[in-house]
Protein backbone atom coordinates (compact mmCIF):
# COMPACT_ATOMS: atom_id res chain seq x y z
CA UNK A 1 0.00 0.00 0.00
CA UNK A 2 1.57 3.16 -0.96
CA UNK A 3 0.33 7.01 0.68
CA UNK A 4 1.14 9.62 -0.78
CA UNK A 5 0.97 13.40 0.95
CA UNK A 6 2.10 16.83 0.78
CA UNK A 7 0.45 18.01 -2.11
CA UNK A 8 -1.40 21.96 -2.19
CA UNK A 9 -1.75 25.47 -3.66
CA UNK A 10 1.57 27.38 -4.34
CA UNK A 11 2.46 30.39 -6.05
CA UNK A 12 5.30 30.08 -8.28
CA UNK A 13 8.15 29.99 -7.21
CA UNK A 14 7.51 28.44 -3.52
CA UNK A 15 8.66 24.88 -2.89
CA UNK A 16 6.61 21.74 -2.10
CA UNK A 17 8.08 18.47 -0.12
CA UNK A 18 5.78 15.64 -1.14
CA UNK A 19 6.43 11.95 0.52
CA UNK A 20 5.07 8.33 -0.23
CA UNK A 21 5.13 5.99 2.75
CA UNK A 22 4.95 2.50 1.48
CA UNK A 23 3.41 -0.13 4.14
CA UNK A 24 3.25 -4.15 4.12
CA UNK A 25 6.92 -4.09 2.35
CA UNK A 26 10.38 -4.23 3.50
CA UNK A 27 12.73 -1.83 2.02
CA UNK A 28 14.89 -4.30 0.45
CA UNK A 29 11.84 -5.56 -1.14
CA UNK A 30 11.76 -2.87 -3.29
CA UNK A 31 13.61 -2.57 -6.43
CA UNK A 32 12.20 1.28 -7.28
CA UNK A 33 10.10 4.08 -6.33
CA UNK A 34 9.07 6.90 -8.28
CA UNK A 35 7.31 9.69 -9.05
CA UNK A 36 4.71 10.60 -11.86
CA UNK A 37 2.27 13.62 -12.50
CA UNK A 38 -0.23 13.64 -15.14
CA UNK A 39 -1.97 17.23 -15.50
CA UNK A 40 -5.13 17.63 -16.70
CA UNK A 41 -5.80 16.31 -20.18
CA UNK A 42 -2.70 15.13 -20.16
CA UNK A 43 -1.08 11.62 -20.31
CA UNK A 44 0.81 10.41 -17.09
CA UNK A 45 4.57 11.51 -17.43
CA UNK A 46 7.66 10.15 -15.00
CA UNK A 47 8.98 12.71 -13.19
CA UNK A 48 11.51 10.85 -10.57
CA UNK A 49 12.70 7.70 -9.88
CA UNK A 50 15.05 6.20 -6.93
CA UNK A 51 16.75 2.56 -7.14
CA UNK A 52 17.64 0.06 -4.28
CA UNK A 53 21.06 0.94 -4.92
CA UNK A 54 20.29 4.82 -4.77
CA UNK A 55 20.61 5.71 -8.23
CA UNK A 56 18.41 8.48 -9.86
CA UNK A 57 16.76 9.54 -13.07
CA UNK A 58 14.85 12.97 -13.58
CA UNK A 59 13.10 14.24 -16.11
CA UNK A 60 14.54 16.84 -17.63
CA UNK A 61 12.03 19.19 -17.28
CA UNK A 62 12.80 18.79 -13.66
CA UNK A 63 16.15 18.24 -13.11
CA UNK A 64 18.19 21.21 -11.22
CA UNK A 65 14.58 21.90 -9.32
CA UNK A 66 13.42 18.70 -7.89
CA UNK A 67 15.19 16.09 -5.69
CA UNK A 68 14.27 12.91 -4.80
CA UNK A 69 15.06 11.19 -1.36
CA UNK A 70 14.17 8.49 0.82
CA UNK A 71 14.42 6.99 4.24
CA UNK A 72 16.69 4.95 6.20
CA UNK A 73 14.39 1.59 5.59
CA UNK A 74 13.74 2.88 1.84
CA UNK A 75 9.96 2.22 2.61
CA UNK A 76 9.22 6.04 2.50
CA UNK A 77 10.53 8.26 -0.79
CA UNK A 78 10.31 12.16 -0.59
CA UNK A 79 9.84 14.80 -3.68
CA UNK A 80 11.46 18.07 -3.02
CA UNK A 81 10.22 20.42 -5.29
CA UNK A 82 11.57 23.99 -5.85
CA UNK A 83 11.00 27.02 -8.02
CA UNK A 84 7.63 25.22 -8.61
CA UNK A 85 6.45 26.67 -11.89
CA UNK A 86 2.79 26.55 -13.14
CA UNK A 87 3.45 23.86 -15.74
CA UNK A 88 4.87 21.50 -12.69
CA UNK A 89 0.83 21.03 -11.54
CA UNK A 90 -0.74 18.04 -11.54
CA UNK A 91 -1.79 15.19 -9.82
CA UNK A 92 1.62 13.53 -8.84
CA UNK A 93 1.65 9.79 -8.24
CA UNK A 94 4.31 7.28 -6.47
CA UNK A 95 4.72 4.21 -7.29
CA UNK A 96 6.93 0.97 -6.37
CA UNK A 97 8.15 -2.23 -8.30
CA UNK A 98 8.61 -5.25 -5.84
CA UNK A 99 11.36 -7.23 -6.36
CA UNK A 100 8.75 -10.11 -4.94
CA UNK A 101 6.66 -10.41 -7.43
CA UNK A 102 7.57 -7.57 -10.02
CA UNK A 103 4.86 -6.06 -9.99
CA UNK A 104 4.04 -2.17 -9.76
CA UNK A 105 1.74 -0.53 -7.52
CA UNK A 106 0.56 2.84 -7.61
CA UNK A 107 -0.67 4.97 -4.71
CA UNK A 108 -3.56 7.44 -4.69
CA UNK A 109 -2.15 11.15 -6.41
CA UNK A 110 -1.74 14.01 -4.25
CA UNK A 111 -2.73 17.53 -6.10
CA UNK A 112 -0.03 20.13 -6.46
CA UNK A 113 -1.46 23.37 -8.07
CA UNK A 114 0.69 26.07 -8.84
CA UNK A 115 -0.23 29.84 -9.99
CA UNK A 116 1.14 32.24 -11.64
Known amino acids: QLQASGGGLVQAGASLNLACVAS?????????MGWYRQAPGMRRELVTT???????YYADSVKGRFTISRNMAATTTYLQMNSLKPEDTGLYYCNLRSRLDSRTYWGQGTLVTVSS
Open 24 to 32: KIRGSDIDV
Open 50 to 56: ITIDGGT
